[in-house]
């Protein structure tokens, strides 16, 4: 067995020990109610099983790190299935530093999770090991990459942190305008965590089946001496493609629920190969979500947030507030060193300037002033409870966007990390 086929057993290995941590957590939080010991005594015992889970899945999770490192010879953040991958162990390693400072095992419930979707969210991509391209080749990449996402990854714990703050205060029950407005925006903010659940779950679900859909794509272009050319490409589509390629013939085609063909065509103006497909995965991604999301509110016959809130009983909220004004703090000086100041000097070597406004660029500051904002309100302005969870949580979608839609959605100079 090759070492990268190793590194992939420690992987597997490594999400199934976060996902029973995460089981282990919600006993420990919920399970309070019904044990016959004394509460704190259970929260203790099972925090404390669920701390050493977690801590076996991040070593599993290291493991497959160095190992297919040392497999493929280069480092394992060149793509998008290993940069997520690193992502989520980075999440492991700044929520096991926090832990260690406030011993709060509810931060695990909602930490874990985060972590399970992010590896899992990997998965949808290609797992090969691609060779680097000349930009990529260089000992900055491993500097700018790996500290940008260590502070991703504290921001993401101010991000659990930050929800859980809100799921404790908001008034579910209450009827007052203010107080539904709240309610409304925290169970948008769980329906859009449920979208990328829903969209794991949609793509495994398909490639299980072996769903299989081609099409070929016509592009005509003409350049500076108004000769014009046609160009065919190849769009393979693992979801049953609601949504067809601008220009396009179909080449195989699965029937799916008695679709024979595409619905709709991709606009005009999306006319890059690939657009059609990820304009077909955003409608699947709500589709599926917004089927898991129905579901679950079926199943609990109400609100999802006010399912979650009765488990936040006792906790203090002002704990909760300080771990995620923390969290954010510490990863904000190493999010501007990965994200900006070494990503500036890797840009030098690579394309022969620091800034050049590319849209990665662009987002990765839209970030760094995003939370120099949040700290600059909270620091000088007194900015605490509720302003601050909301900023938390706004900004991780800031976050969100920077590493996933800047990379699938906008062409740029950083398009290779989606492949």
């Known amino acids: 067995m090759s070492l990268v086929d190793f590194s992939s057993d420690a992987f597997i290995v490594a999400f199934f020990l976060y996902c029973f941590a995460f089981m282990f957590y919600v006993i420990a939080i919920a399970g309070k109610k019904w044990s016959n010991r004394d509460p704190l005594q259970h929260e203790k015992r099972w925090g404390r099983i669920a701390f050493i889970t977690s801590s076996l899945g991040l070593a599993s999770h290291l493991t497959f790190f160095f190992t297919r490192w040392a497999g493929s010879g280069q480092i394992p953040t060149s793509n998008m299935y290993e940069f997520m991958t690193f992502l989520g162990m980075a999440i492991m390693i700044a929520f096991t530093i926090v832990f260690a400072i406030y011993r709060k095992p509810l931060l695990g419930m909602f930490s874990l999770p985060l972590t399970v979707i992010i590896v899992a969210y990997a998965s949808v991509f290609p797992q090969e090991v691609q060779p680097l391209i000349p930009a990529l080749n260089n000992y900055w990449l491993k500097v700018h990459v790996t500290t940008a996402a260590l502070g991703e990854a504290f921001f993401a714990v101010g991000f659990a942190a930050g929800l859980m703050y809100l799921l404790r205060v908001v008034d579910f029950k209450g009827k007052t305008k203010e107080a539904k407005k709240a ?18 779950v949609a793509v495994f679900a398909f490639r299980g089946a072996g769903y299989e859909a081609q099409f070929i794509q016509e592009k005509s272009s003409i350049d500076g001496k108004g000769i014009e050319t046609t160009t065919t490409e190849t769009v393979d589509y693992s979801l049953p493609p609601i949504v067809k390629p601008y220009n396009s013939d179909i080449v195989k085609y699965d029937t799916f629920l008695g679709m024979k063909e595409p619905l709709f065509e991709a606009p005009y103006w999306m006319n890059g190969a690939n657009s059609g497909r990820k304009l077909n995965t955003v409608v699947w991604s709500i589709i599926a979500g917004s089927l898991l999301y129905g579901l679950l509110r079926l199943v609990f016959r109400k609100p999802l947030g006010a399912v979650i809130h009765p488990v936040m009983e006792g906790v203090d909220p002002e704990d ?6 923390r969290s954010i703090a510490i990863g904000f000086p190493i999010f501007t060193l990965g994200a900006l100041i070494f990503a500036m000097i890797w840009a030098n070597i690579a394309w022969g300037r620091f800034w050049g406004w590319d849209p990665k660029e662009v987002w990765a500051l839209i970030t760094w002033l995003y939370y120099s904002a949040y700290l600059h309100f909270r620091l000088s302005r007194g900015w605490q ?3 601050s969870a909301w900023l938390a949580v706004i900004g991780f979608v800031v976050v969100l966007f920077t590493l996933v839609g800047v990379n699938l959605v906008i062409a740029g100079l950083h398009s290779y990390s989606g492949v």
């Open 183 to 200: 309610q409304f925006w925290v169970e948008f903010s769980l329906y859009s965590i449920i979208l990328i659940v829903g969209f794991i």
């Open 320 to 325: 909760l507030d300080e771990i995620s004004y």
């Open 385 to 387: 409870g509720k302003r």
